[in-house]
Structures are given as structure tokens and as C-alpha cells.
């Protein structure tokens, strides 16, 4: 999973690449909160794969920045991801919107 910081109008956009899943996403987790941001874009273009310690990550995730006041977003998500977020109710909690 590789992780690449772009600011686009003022906004800070996280792109993702890569499979979030056991193996990094207590990483990326870290690697976010560390850059203490209060709204939080995530561009999913190039997530191949997650599981459900990604999915635990993104729930986490969601909750500190509604904790700051602020919101969270997940971006140009591909539709086999969206399909397997929306089979846990995962999409009723985040705003996501696919490519």
C-alpha cells in the first residue's frame, strides 16, 4: 500500500494504491492520524483489495475526524470495492462515491 499526499484547492486528498488489508493498514492508519487532519479525502482509484481490518481502518478513521468536527470521504472508488462495502452496511456510515 503506498500513500501519496496532493492538496487540490485547499484540500488535502490522500491517494491510496495498492491492497489495504492486515498486513498495512494499522500503518496507513498511523500514517494518517499523524497528519492531523479534521476533513479527510480518500482517493480509492487505485485500491485493489480490502479486508476487514481495511474496513476497521476506514471506521476508525471516520470516527476521529467527525471527534475534530470534521468529515470524512472516500473518492473515484472502483465497483467490486463499493459492492463489498455496501455487503457489510459500511456505505450507510461514510460518504463514498464511486469513479
Not at 38 to 61: A, C, P
Amino acid at each position: 500500500m503506498e500513500m501519496l499526499k496532493v492538496v487540490k484547492n485547499e484540500q488535502t486528498i490522500l491517494k491510496l494504491s495498492g491492497e489495504l488489508d492486515m498486513t498495512n493498514s494499522n500503518i496507513i492508519r498511523e500514517k494518517i492520524l499523524e497528519m492531523n487532519l479534521k476533513d479527510l479525502i480518500l482517493d480509492f482509484e487505485n485500491v485493489t483489495y480490502i479486508d476487514s481490518s481495511g474496513i476497521g481502518v476506514l471506521i476508525s478513521l471516520q470516527k476521529d475526524t467527525r471527534y475534530k468536527g470534521g468529515s470524512m470521504r472516500i473518492i473515484n472508488i472502483e465497483n467490486k470495492l463499493l459492492k463489498l462495502l455496501k455487503m457489510v452496511g459500511i456505505d450507510k456510515l461514510l460518504q463514498i462515491s464511486e469513479k
